[in-house]
């Protein structure tokens, strides 16, 4: 199968594209990503030689450049988002063009080409905050920040291609994802990196907020399932099932440095902040899927991927993000 895969330079993307060619040696990859402050070649520097591989620099947004990377290919990854809530808040512009424009472009650039299935990855915050019970594929989208506004959009224009079009669209509803080459804005690298440092570590309001934590392999594995044996116009929630608060992460997190939980600094509120995901993956598992990671595991590997990759994620922590951070962290 040959794939073009978008936003495949981000964390989750870069993961994606390694398990395609470890797990499926006949298949071919092309990678569309822009390079934003999030996408990074790093990221796939081992898969650069590989002559089933193929980068295009270009914006999802670009009918022309997107119609000649999905030249020849039998199917559509699509991940290139903005992806930080946070950064949402802080001006919603950019999410509105690349996560429901790009995406718009993408679907009409599919449809032309008659490309037979086309992944929209989209994510469990367009269900909202679930104050009890967990999310089916079936529950109305109650999307309360602009990123996950912005991804409820797209989710829904990609449905709307294989309603009206009969574009072969699957969605895939994906919990809070961890583990190596994520971008350290997120909650696990920036606590982990900042605890490396031994800077404080700002955890939102009481802490007590619940996410369903997803180790990135099984994450991919599910994205993998669902491109080749998932129903045309289904929607598949993809949940690690492992609900803990962000306090309790945040001490085992801490535990696995051997660094002192005096390092927890407790920091006004993210505005609007989602209390609480969760998601029932049954129709997933009936698919075939189960994670393959504990959390437990998951989270000490990923640690340990960080403490031994400052190489990685150095550079990372410098000239913009540190912008970002002293906008996002000063005086809070
Ligand atoms: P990321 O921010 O690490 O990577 C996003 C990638 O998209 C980057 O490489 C970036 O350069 C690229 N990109 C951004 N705008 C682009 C544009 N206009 N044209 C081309 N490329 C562009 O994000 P991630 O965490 O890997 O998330 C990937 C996808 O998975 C997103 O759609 C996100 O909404 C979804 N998702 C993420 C999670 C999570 O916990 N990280 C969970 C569920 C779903
Ligand atoms: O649930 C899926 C979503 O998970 C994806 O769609 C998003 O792309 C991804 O960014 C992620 O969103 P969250 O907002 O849940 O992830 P984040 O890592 O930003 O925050 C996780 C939790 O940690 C959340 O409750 C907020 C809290 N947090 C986060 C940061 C960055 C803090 O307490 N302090 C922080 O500094």
């Known amino acids: 199968m040959k794939l073009l895969v978008t936003g495949g330079a981000g964390f989750i993307g870069s993961n994606f594209i390694r398990h395609v060619l470890e797990t499926h040696p ?16 790093e990221n796939v520097r081992d898969v650069e030689g590989d002559p089933r591989y193929r980068f295009v620099h270009g914006d999802v947004g670009d009918p022309r450049l997107v119609r000649e990377a999905m030249g020849g290919v039998d199917a559509v990854v699509h991940l290139a988002a ?3 809530v946070d950064r949402a808040n802080l001006a919603a512009g950019e999410f509105l063009r690349t996560n429901v424009g790009g995406t718009g472009t993408l679907l009409d650039a599919a449809r032309e080409l008659r490309i037979a299935r086309f992944v929209q990855v989209s994510t469990d915050e367009v269900y909202g905050s679930m104050a009890a019970g967990a999310a089916r594929e079936s529950d109305p989208l109650n999307p ?3 990123y996950s506004a912005s991804k409820a959009a797209a989710d829904l224009l990609a449905r709307a291609y294989w309603i009206t079009h009969r574009l072969p669209v699957v ?3 994906g919990a809070n994802t961890f583990g190596p080459y994520q971008y350290p804005e997120k ?8 605890a490396l440092e031994n800077r404080p570590l700002p955890l939102y309001g009481d802490g007590r907020q619940v996410r369903d934590w997803l180790y990135v392999l099984d994450h991919c594995a599910a994205i993998d399932l669902v491109l080749r044996h998932g129903g045309d116009g289904e929607i598949y929630n993809i949940g690690g099932g492992t609900g803990i608060e962000n306090r309790e992460l945040t001490r085992r997190i801490l535990r696995l440095l051997g660094k002192p939980e005096s390092l927890i600094q407790p920091v006004t509120d993210r505005p609007g902040h989602d209390r609480r995901y969760a998601l029932d993956a049954s129709k997933l598992r009936a698919l075939g899927w189960a994670p393959r990671h504990s959390f437990e595991q998951a989270l000490e590997t990923t640690v340990g991927w960080y403490r031994t990759h400052e190489a990685w994620w150095r550079p990372l922590r ?7 951070y002293d906008r996002q962290y000063t005086n809070r």
Not at 26 to 40: P, Q, S
Not at 187 to 194: A, C
Not at 318 to 324: A, D, E, I, K, P
């Open 318 to 324: 410098s000239g913009l993000f540190t912008q970002y």
């Open 144 to 146: 309360s920040n602009p």
């Open 187 to 194: 909650v696990i690298p920036l606590f982990v990196t900042n």
């Open 26 to 41: 006949e298949d071919r990859v092309v990678n569309l990503d822009t390079l934003t402050y999030a996408g990074n070649l």
């Open 171 to 173: 969605v895939t509803r």
């Open 82 to 84: 903005e992806s930080h």
